[in-house]
């Protein structure tokens, strides 16, 4: 069979032709003739074709978009997963197929040399590896080839994150002054705001005597942290048994919803003890047994409860409104720690899955990376088989409730942004803008999690929405409702390349569900009983 099957209208042949001469000079085998041998059927020769290929090319042009056969051999490829798109003409794709980039070949002369023919090449490359060699003849320019190839490729890598961080300098920009009061209001001691709000709200005159029932307040409420420290014992993973025990009871000590406060000074006190309170029992993680002897990943409960889900704090991006109130029905637990190499290569090696590349970083204990959220499905499934337990992605909801952890603030420490708390562009720590950290590197939330703030990006289950207009109250995944785009499905956290801006808890990106990149990892979920 051979590596590129071209999909294209009968009446476009004549412009087809200059690619797959370009194609074959990579030494690639390329199926295009449509002619039948007498004797034989389409299914026999075309379908076989397709169906045993390395990667469909399908070219889109005024007649291939019209025509279902194109149409039918492009599905095949996309069900595949190894189609690659092409632009003959500046067309719109059909419906299904618009997610999915395209090569833009529209200005395109038949040269190899081309800067768009070896971005396609490139592209292939992806699929199919490296490109063979040239033919007898070529072989003296060969080497220089297949190194404009890598290195284009790797130039296109580094041109998309340059994307994504100049993307975050234009939003940086636009908030302008809101960012500056965030900025101004994080600078203030926790005591100053609140003086501040009593001034606003009873005028200079009550101020001095606000500031000693706030004294005399805030002794009352510390008493207990003042008194002398007692050691405390460490808290050592659960077994399977011991979790499951204190899984059942969970339900029992589940806190009612807050309840809608009055405003004021003393009100905000009690309101921010209350939330802090819904975390008071955290540390309690388990690991599940495989069937293998071997240990599941290390998972954290988290208890019931309701908070404020979005950009609380204010001056945040659009598609972080409006602020809602989301009530977690009932605890679930979540992975202490991102996915591990360690954790997916061995459900790859038990199913005989390709390894995800590490990017020469190393694996072991490093987030794993370069998997697509189709890909941490497939793992999830094979690990809830091997478990007898449901695992899941986190819903948007669920991860912005464990990663806040009872804050309300940009970040899980606070308002103002702290070096040394993660791996960023700028963050202050050795793998900045490099490459990931290991996983635990930093310090974790109120619950115990690790690298909610940067190091990888974490799929999660929900489709993506422009903004939280009618979103779920009730924390489920939030698909196809009020135009969900589902080929596009959240990513949570911010990465090792992008600036603090993304690590705040209510930041939101999108990704192509079926796209894998070396900022891209993910964080698991369990149902409880």
Request: proline share 5%.
């Amino acid at each position: 069979m051979s590596d590129i099957f071209i999909s294209y209208a009968s009446e476009d042949l004549e412009r087809v032709l200059p690619l797959v001469n370009a194609l074959e000079k990579t030494a690639w085998s390329v199926f295009w003739d449509r002619t039948i041998p007498a004797g034989k059927t389409w299914r026999q020769v075309i379908g076989a074709e397709i169906q045993g290929c390395r990667t469909v090319i399908v070219v889109w042009t005024e007649n291939s978009v019209n025509s279902e056969w194109v149409q039918e051999e492009a599905e095949i490829g996309r069900r595949r997963k190894i189609l690659v798109p092409v632009l003959l003409d500046k067309v719109e794709p059909p419906f299904g197929f618009g997610s999915i980039q395209a090569a833009n070949l529209v200005a395109w002369r038949g040269e190899n040399a081309s800067p768009a023919f070896n971005r396609l090449v490139a592209d292939i490359a992806a699929v199919l590896g490296p490109a063979p060699a040239a033919m007898k003849e070529q072989e003296g320019t060969d080497a220089e080839l297949l190194g404009s190839l890598r290195s284009d490729a790797e130039e296109r890598r580094t041109a998309e994150e340059d994307r994504l961080r100049e993307q975050e300098r234009e939003r940086i920009v636009a908030r302008g002054a809101n960012q500056r009061r965030v900025d101004l209001r994080s600078e203030q001691t926790w005591f100053q705001r609140r003086l501040a709000l009593v001034r606003r709200l009873y005028g200079p005159t009550m101020a001095s005597a606000a500031v000693a029932v706030l004294i005399t307040f805030i002794v009352i409420l510390r008493w207990p942290t003042l008194q002398p420290n007692k050691e405390t014992a460490v808290q050592a993973p659960l077994t399977s048994v011991e979790s499951d025990k204190l899984i059942s009871a969970a339900p029992e000590k589940q806190m009612e919803a807050p309840k809608e406060m009055p405003q004021g000074p003393v009100a905000e006190l009690k309101q921010e003890k209350q939330i802090a309170t819904q975390f008071s029992s955290v540390g309690k993680t388990f690991r599940d047994r495989l069937k293998s002897g071997t240990e599941g990943p290390e998972m954290v409960v988290v208890p019931a409860g309701s908070f404020q889900m979005g950009n609380v704090e204010g001056g945040g991006e659009k598609d972080e409104t409006p602020v809602h109130a989301v009530t977690i029905q009932k605890p679930f637990a979540i992975g202490r720690y991102e996915g591990t190499f360690d954790e997916y290569d061995q459900f790859a090696k038990a199913t005989n899955r390709k390894l995800p590349a590490d990017q020469g970083w190393g694996r072991g204990h490093r987030p794993v990376i370069n998997v697509s959220w189709e890909d941490v499905n497939a793992y999830i499934k094979w690990l809830s088989e091997q478990t007898g337990k449901r695992y899941r992605l986190p819903t948007e909801a669920d991860w912005e409730y464990a990663a806040r952890a009872g804050k309300e603030t940009a970040y899980w420490w606070g308002n103002d942004f702290i070096k040394g708390m993660a791996n960023c562009n700028g963050c202050g720590s050795q793998w900045d803008n490099k490459q990931t950290a290991p996983v635990g590197s930093f310090k974790p939330n109120a619950l115990g999690l690790y690298d909610t703030a940067g190091n990888v990006w974490e799929w999660v289950e929900d489709c993506y929405h422009e903004n939280f207009a009618g979103a779920p109250s009730d924390g489920r995944a939030w698909l196809k409702e009020k135009e969900g785009q589902c080929d596009l499905r959240v990513l949570r956290g911010g990465s090792w390349n992008n600036t603090s801006w993304s690590l705040r808890s209510p930041y939101r990106f999108r990704y192509d569900l079926v796209r894998r990149n070396d900022f891209i990892g993910f964080r698991l979920a369990q149902d409880l009983p």
